[in-house]
């Protein structure tokens, strides 16, 4: 069986097939470079590009996967969480091209699809495992006793933490604003100069917040007269560690409380290499789980397994009508 | 060339038409469904080939209203028949917004001469002017443009005035002495667009389903 995905619900549009025999067949990103003057995703600019990129993402997966109209057995697209316009043109594509070749659509929610994405890998994840879903978007820990079945077990009460790494970025003007500068400059920073705050790590409690974390960085930073790069370098250390001891605190306690003993990593701060490291020394190598770096970002190899899934378990929408749910709830 | 089939998508306003012209018998469904046309606009289509007694696969080729008009409106058309276009492997007719809006005071009015206005939002207002042309299809005068409604002029001539602009701005808009007559409450629909098209293909101006990217006009948003 083989289904296309399509993903646009922010600023990467995205076309892939997956083959439930073969595995992934194809898989095309764009990510769009029509945000960086403006320091955030513009949602209509977001909107203009999907436009113009998405169909030949999708005729560029089909031809790499040699797949024609009938090879597709079902067509998956993004249909929230995410931008309503963004997510508008790759449901309705997805819709329409379903409805032009008479199969089956699905609509899948983008963090089933970042949840799923580790089982692209060969060592792939056997539920029931803890999942740590962290994106510009989300920060969130669920409980996965087995796909589909989902318990939320904490999320951030306000900043996601890739937004806290994309704002801090932009306190510190580095480069295109984006969280992986932050990382990157990171890496040179004095490891004793700062020490900020873990928050909401004093109770039991599974939440996390991250919008203070961004103004002691501002306040910090504010502090320093005529700051140079290797302040900036430590700032970002201190910021970065704190967020990263914070996951990693939670990701242990998450463990703890439901008696699980693996963990699945999933979303675009997924690619942080320090995380990953820290989750690592934690938890132990083959405790935790994730996909490849560029399966972590928004990409549609993800969409068309999570399609492949929820078709696998008779979930289809043979209707005409395009919904798009920009406030989806995973669970 | 007797067997054309058009299917047409108007989608750039608060109504969202489907028409269907099967060998010059043009068919429409349209409905008042503002924040609704992605949850509408298919079963439309196939509903009017289910009263036609085709199929999709017999479609030649597809046409939609291309701009200037609501953007989300515009994004629903361009995904419709990029993907039909595609799956489908026919071409696709991009049609003027405005033009379909004259087009639509000549099949209700038979108006011949017509400056359309329609409301842009933020005190702005799309224009264009039309003349009817050959093919009794109405032809640009001029390319259609954006202007605010403090900057709005329209041409002192025995014309007539078309579009919603003229009722949301009408403290605002001064209407010269020698227009014959004005419409606020035409829409461009699906039918006229499937006119324009009609026309277009048999002039091989169709476009690949990729092309099908909405003409704004306004490109500054940020």
Not at chain 1, 213 to 231: A, F, G, H, R
Not at chain 1, 313 to 319: E, F, H, M, N, V
Not at chain 2, 164 to 177: D, F, G, K, T, V
């Amino acid at each position: 069986m083989k289904v296309l995905g399509i993903e646009t619900s922010c600023d990467e549009s995205a076309a892939a097939i997956y083959c439930d025999k073969d595995g992934l067949l194809s898989h095309k990103v764009y990510s769009q470079t029509v945000h960086s003057e403006h320091g955030g995703v513009v949602p209509e600019l977001a909107a203009r590009d999907h436009i113009r990129k998405t169909l030949g993402l999708i005729e560029d997966a089909l031809s790499e996967a040699k797949c024609s109209k009938d090879d597709v057995d079902a067509i998956a697209y993004t249909a929230g969480p995410g931008l309503a316009g963004a997510l508008l043109v790759g449901s309705m594509m997805g819709k329409t091209i379903a409805y032009a070749w008479n199969k089956p659509s699905i609509a899948v929610n983008h963090m089933e699809g970042h949840l799923l994405a580790p089982m692209l890998e060969d060592s792939a994840p056997k539920p029931p495992f803890v999942a740590l879903i962290v994106s510009g978007g989300h920060t969130m820990l669920v409980d996965v006793q087995q796909i589909g079945e989902y318990r939320l077990l904490g999320e951030t009460v306000d900043d996601a933490a890739g937004e806290a790494f994309d704002k801090v970025a932009r306190l510190l003007n580095l480069g295109k604003y984006t969280g992986s500068e932050v990382a990157k400059i990171a890496e040179l920073g004095d490891k004793k100069r700062f020490k900020f705050p873990r928050p909401m790590t004093k109770t039991r409690n599974l939440d996390f917040s991250f919008s203070g974390l961004k103004t002691k960085v501002l306040y910090e930073y504010q502090s320093i007269e005529n700051p140079v790069e290797q302040d900036k370098a430590d700032i970002a250390w201190a910021f970065q560690e704190a967020v990263i001891e914070t996951l990693v605190k939670k990701c242990k306690l998450a463990l703890q409380d439901t008696r699980l003993n693996a963990l699945v990593l999933a979303g675009g701060v997924g690619a942080n290499k320090y995380l990953r490291q820290r989750l690592a020394e934690e938890l132990g190598d083959n405790s935790v789980f994730y996909p490849r770096i560029e399966f972590c970002t928004d990409n549609a190899a993800m969409i068309a397994y999570a399609g492949w899934w929820n078709l696998s378990q008779g979930r289809k929408d043979l209707s005409l009508a395009v919904k798009v749910k920009p406030r989806w709830k995973l669970v | 060339m007797g067997n054309l089939q058009i299917l047409s998508f108007e989608t750039s306003s608060s109504i969202c038409s489907v028409a269907l012209d099967n060998k010059s018998v043009v068919s429409q469904l349209s409905e008042q469904s503002a924040n609704r046309h992605t949850e509408v606009v298919l079963g439309f289509a196939q509903k009017l080939l289910d009263e036609a007694g085709l199929r999709l696969s017999d479609v030649s080729a597809v046409s939609w209203s291309a701009g200037p008009g609501s953007f989300t409106g515009l994004r629903v058309g361009a995904s419709v028949v990029q993907s039909l276009g595609f799956a489908l492997k026919i071409p696709v007719i991009n049609v003027s917004t405005l033009q379909a809006l004259a087009q639509e005071a000549y099949i209700l009015h038979g108006i011949d001469d017509v400056f359309v206005a329609m409301d842009a939002r933020m005190s702005e207002i799309y224009c264009g002017y039309y003349k009817l042309g050959s093919n009794n299809l109405m032809q640009p005068e001029i390319d259609d443009y954006l202007v605010s409604v403090e900057k709005l002029s329209i041409p002192n001539c025995k014309t007539y005035i078309a579009g919603n602009a003229l009722s949301e701005y009408e403290e605002n808009i001064c209407i010269p002495s020698n227009i014959v007559g004005k419409f606020d409450d035409i829409f461009p629909t699906a039918r006229a667009v499937s006119a324009i098209a009609k026309y277009k293909f048999y002039k091989n101006e169709t476009c690949d389903p990729i092309k099908a990217i909405p003409n704004y006009i306004r490109n500054k948003v940020v």
